[in-house]
């Protein structure tokens, strides 16, 4: 059987063997200096035995005031390497590809140091209070993601992945809801999107140009005052010229509300506006389940890979059983082949 899923995508020097991708999700799980612990090697272990074409590795924050939570990975440190390189060691026995996300919750990080925004407002009005950033805490944030972005490519990861984001810091930045700075990080869309600008300019000249740098976006904020799929086309062919090479478009996260209604592929219409608009390669995440909504999404090139989360969580082995669905040879581990 012909499928889409099974065809491999190359962009600069790395083939993923197929379209999906583990997509990043933070297991809160680490030590509290941000290091890796036996969960996590079993975990990402599982799903490159499972042959994800590209695993993602979690949110890792760039400085540990930028950490979601206490349990967050974090690679501001090169004490911090070696773990990490453990799972990319082992993924590569399997010939999964390695990415590796790399953020900074800025006024939603749950630390004990002081947090940090683009202005001072907080996430929900209960929450703590962030301070607005100085350019130089603009200077040294954008430092941490060059720095993690230098490890990330020493350890050998094949992609890295900016998070821009459900909210967090760079998101903050981006939507006019969180950024109500005067200064050239605010403003129009231009203005606000510096930040970003500055931060993918810093990881490329760390990362090198032999391997592919994504971002992860929220395509809209789901509030009328906030990001529009029109901004984020803007966005989107502003991150093309910057030397972006594939955009992985989900939605929401900088308002306290979920967003108003979800359904299969919900934000899936996004990633195809963005692939189609701003001519950028583009990952679809959310609400994908089966195998036949991801042939759909490639067959018809609304995306070009497609990002599983909370499936491959119920379903490590999802890769496997859809290949062996389609027919096509046995792909999984050896020691597996005689459950399939
Ligand atoms: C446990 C968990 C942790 C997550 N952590 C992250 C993360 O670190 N970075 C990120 O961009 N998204 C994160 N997400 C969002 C997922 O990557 C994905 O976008 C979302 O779950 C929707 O996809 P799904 O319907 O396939 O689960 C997380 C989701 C879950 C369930």
Not at 73 to 91: P, R, T
């Amino acid at each position: 059987m012909m499928s889409n899923i099974f065809q491999p995508f190359t962009q600069r020097n790395c083939t993923i063997s197929n379209r999906i991708v583990c997509s990043p999700m933070c297991m809160y799980s680490a030590t509290p200096d941000g290091k890796v612990t036996d969960w996590h090697i079993v975990h990402y272990g599982t799903r490159a035995a499972g042959r994800v074409g590209l695993l993602m590795i979690e949110s890792t924050a760039v400085e540990s005031r930028g950490r979601i939570s206490m349990q967050d990975l974090g690679l501001w440190d090169d004490g911090q390497m070696e773990g990490i390189g453990k799972i990319v060691e082992f993924a590569r026995s399997q010939g999964v590809k390695m990415g590796i996300q790399l953020g900074h919750a800025g006024r939603k990080a749950i630390v004990d140091e002081p947090i940090i925004a683009p202005s001072a407002i907080p996430f929900r009005e209960t929450d703590r209070m962030p301070e607005a950033m100085t350019e130089q805490e603009i200077n040294e944030v954008i430092e941490a993601f060059g720095n993690a972005a230098r490890r990330a490519k020493e350890i050998g990861f094949d992609v890295v992945e900016v998070h821009a984001a459900h909210g967090y810091l760079i998101h903050q930045f981006l939507s006019p809801l969180s950024n109500k700075r005067t200064d050239k990080y605010g403003g129009d869309l231009l203005h606000r999107a510096r930040l970003l600008k500055e931060i993918i300019q810093t990881v490329r000249a760390n990362w090198g140009e032999e391997l592919p740098l994504y971002v992860r976006v929220s395509a809209v904020d789901h509030h009328p005052d906030g990001l529009t799929i029109e901004d984020s086309v803007v966005l989107a062919r502003m991150m093309k010229e910057w030397g972006v090479d594939l955009i992985d478009v989900s939605s929401g996260g900088n308002i306290p509300q979920p967003p108003p209604v979800v359904y299969p592929g919900y934000q899936v219409p996004f990633a195809e506006a963005i692939k189609k608009e701003a001519g950028i390669s583009t990952g679809a995440v959310g609400l994908i389940t089966t195998p036949e909504q991801a042939e759909e999404i490639l067959g018809n090139q609304r995306a070009d890979l497609v990002f599983l989360a909370r499936e491959l969580l119920r379903d490590p082995y999802w890769v496997v059983r859809a290949a062996q669905k389609r027919g096509l040879e046995y792909m999984g581990p050896n020691q597996y082949e005689r459950a399939f």
